[in-house]
């Protein structure tokens, strides 16, 4: 029984010592099996038991099975070159010379196997220890480079299969390749005088720079004692203003009592006066009347009043004055009574007139100070 496959042909003989059939290869070259047609169309006659004609795209061709015997194959590096920048190649001796300069890191390996059979090709497989520690896949190419390899040492290894046949032997190449000058011991040897400089010179700036913080650090706790000190001058701007504030408070209840101290003794003093108004003694009573109406109209009292009101609220009169100066002293009382937001009928006493007379004031002091129609005296005063 024969077969063909793209790289061989299979014949399967009966097994000598057993009915288990055998099926031996015989490897073809690809240029062979273009000339067998198409495949699933070869054609192959016996001539004799170990003879076959094989017919072929331009003729045919015998196939002696006798004739095919197991052969033995070797392999061999035939030449190494090294290459540097631009120059030539310059070859290395295969059996001496493994050291190898750090510029001269391209390498280009030349192999091949001695024997020559014209019906069976060869394909060979590589791998450098050290780099490429896995074989290759298999080629037909006899030769291979390595370009810009690192400095370190290196084994190269390759091995051929001829058809199905692997060489008896793997041809090996150990070679190493010298550090760069950047890396020899002058250089480390330089490196570290370096780092010591370096080291020297990081060292004398990380004093100045630590001078430098501790000054920075100095003046800082300076600014953070001054700032304290600021806050601490800031809170006893505080508490003497709370105890203005408070001191302003107690002139507003001072001057609150004083207010209602004179109505109360105004009322009262008006409420003898209609009494007395009553009675048949009228010369008597009209001296009385005009007692009264002197102490009700005391100016020891606005003085009082006066006083305290300036104590409580400071700048308004003359604020007032500034912007009313046609204002009467009458004027500026009652401004003083609208400022306490006192009511007509809490004002009239202290005027020592009629209600109705306090609301023609209010009106003749709108008047002055142009105040429109919809706008509230009252709230004018207060929001000075």
């Known amino acids: 029984l024969w077969g063909f496959t793209e790289s061989n042909i ?3 003989t009966p097994g000598k010592f057993n009915n288990e059939p055998q099926a031996v290869r015989i490897p073809v070259p690809n240029h062979f099996r273009r000339d067998l047609g198409v495949p699933g169309f070869e054609s192959i006659t016996p001539l004799s038991d170990r003879l076959y004609l094989i017919g072929i795209s331009n003729g045919y061709i015998t196939l002696d099975l006798d004739k095919i015997k197991p052969q033995e ?25 493994n050291e190898i300069e750090y510029e001269e ?50 084994n190269f290894n390759v091995r051929a299969k001829v058809g199905n046949t692997l060489t008896n032997n793997t041809a090996s190449y ?27 010179l990081v060292h004398k700036t990380y004093r100045r720079h630590y001078h430098k913080k501790q000054n920075r650090l100095l003046q800082e706790n300076r600014k953070k ?11 006893i701007i505080q508490m003497k203003n709370e105890q203005l504030k408070s001191k302003i408070d107690s002139k507003n209840r001072e001057l609150a009592v ?11 003093l008006n409420a003898i006066k209609d009494q007395l108004r009553e009675s048949e003694n009228t010369d008597h009573v009209k001296s009385v009347i005009r007692t009264i109406d002197r102490n009700i109209n005391n100016s020891d009292d606005w003085k009082f009043f006066e ?18 100066p046609e204002l009467s002293s009458n004027d500026l009382r009652l401004c003083a009574y609208l400022r306490l937001n006192l009511s007509s009928k809490e004002i009239a006493p202290l005027l020592n007139i009629s209600v109705r007379s306090v609301e023609v004031k209010r009106y003749r002091l709108r008047k002055k100070i142009n105040l429109l129609h919809e706008e509230n005296l009252t709230d004018y005063i207060l929001d000075l």
Not at 186 to 195: D, F
């Open 105 to 154: 890191n391209n390498l280009n390996f030349s192999y091949a196997v001695a024997q020559y059979d014209k019906y069976s090709e060869v394909y060979y497989q590589y791998k450098l220890d050290g780099i490429y520690d896995d074989w290759s896949s298999w080629s037909s190419t006899s030769e291979i480079s390595f370009n810009n390899l690192p400095y370190g040492n290196y």
């Open 225 to 235: 004692l001054k700032r304290k000190k600021l806050k601490a001058e800031k809170k």
């Open 10 to 12: 299979v014949y399967v």
């Open 174 to 200: 150990s070679f190493r390749i010298k550090r760069p000058w950047y890396l020899s011991n002058m250089a480390i040897l330089g490196y570290i005088l370096l780092t010591v400089f370096i080291g020297f």
């Open 73 to 97: 194959y070797t392999i061999n590096i035939n030449s190494i070159s090294k290459e540097f920048y631009n120059h030539p190649s310059d070859r290395i001796p295969i059996d001496g010379g």
């Open 258 to 268: 004083s207010t209602m101290s004179i109505i109360r003794k105004n009322e009262f």
């Open 307 to 324: 006083e305290a009101f300036n104590n409580a609220d400071k700048g308004f009169l003359k604020k007032v004055k500034k912007l009313h």
